[in-house]
């Protein structure tokens, strides 16, 4: 495993002039596929390792060494350069800082450290961004955190989530830039004018997902700094969950469970009814009526 080959490649996606679309894996084979297709790169994201290596929704419930240890098992089955999501990192900066040694210790290229508020905090009715002046501090620890200066950061943020919307964001992502991380993924994006204000506020390259067919041109992605953008459809765990049922139904004719469509099929396997009733329970606030005994 040639580790400094394999992040020198993802530093001249970064550096370079084009936008490619990365590989979207989950496991040793989904890599040697991506790999055997000729992509450039493959991203793992937090929610597909959350599913294969616990079965249950992306609620942060998935531990650092269970994601580093699923990361391991795909760097040692191919020499194709990863990106990983890796959402907050696992706590707060100290946390973010040994999550990237770990990472670099079992060959991941870049990852992604966000600055939502993971897990949810008590009586939210849905994920929050942290300060900025936090987020920042994460994303210095894990540069820090780094011996290997051709491992990459990417500093991440949701505008959907932004309180400010696009200034807020703006805000953000020059924050991010005078940390010294190496990119920026921008989650929310959903029209050229936004991409053109982020893109436009700082010199960093971009990493972000194609949020519709208004940024199927890579040319145009390209020109405005985008280096990877991951593509829109089904992705290769999605389908391969959807083909392990078919097969299994057609083995068990009239016996097991039968989903109307894909989305009820995901939420019968991953207890997402469980879950929500459980952050109801437990995340809400007490109604103001009740007393305490």
Excluded: W
């Amino acid at each position: 495993m040639d580790t400094r080959k394999r992040r020198d490649a993802m530093r001249r996606i970064l550096g370079g002039e084009g936008c490619i679309r990365p590989g979207i894996v989950f496991d040793p084979l989904s890599v040697r596929i991506a790999e055997s297709l000729g992509y450039e790169a493959g991203m793992i994201p937090g929610s597909d390792v959350a599913l294969s290596v616990l079965g249950d929704p992306d609620i942060a419930l998935v531990t650092m060494s269970e994601f580093v240890d699923q990361v391991h098992r795909m760097t040692r089955a191919s020499s194709l350069p990863l990106i990983a999501d890796g959402d907050h990192g696992y706590g707060n900066a100290i946390n973010v800082r040994r999550f990237v040694r770990e990472l670099e210790t079992v060959g991941l290229c870049a990852v992604t450290i966000e600055d939502t508020e993971l897990p949810a905090a008590f009586g939210t009715t849905q994920n929050r961004l942290i300060p900025i002046d936090e987020a920042q501090g994460k994303l210095r620890a894990a540069l820090s955190g780094r011996d290997d200066p051709s491992f990459i950061v990417v500093g991440r943020t949701n505008l959907g989530l932004a309180q400010g919307g696009l200034n807020e964001a703006i805000a953000r992502v020059r924050a991010f830039e005078e940390t010294g991380v190496d990119a920026i993924f921008v989650q929310g994006v959903k029209t050229r004018a936004e991409l053109e204000n982020l893109t436009g506020a700082v010199t960093l390259p971009f990493v972000m997902p194609k949020p519709g067919p208004d940024f199927d041109d890579d040319t145009y992605l390209a020109s405005r700094g985008v280096r990877i953008a991951f593509p829109s459809g089904t992705k290769p765990m999605t389908a391969a969950i959807g083909a392990a049922h078919q097969a299994l139904v057609a083995q068990r004719p009239g016996g097991g469970y039968l989903a109307a469509n894909h989305s009820e099929l995901m939420r019968h396997l991953t207890n997402a009814a469980e879950y929500e009733q459980a952050r109801r329970q437990y995340l809400s606030a007490p109604s103001k009526d009740r007393t305490l005994s």
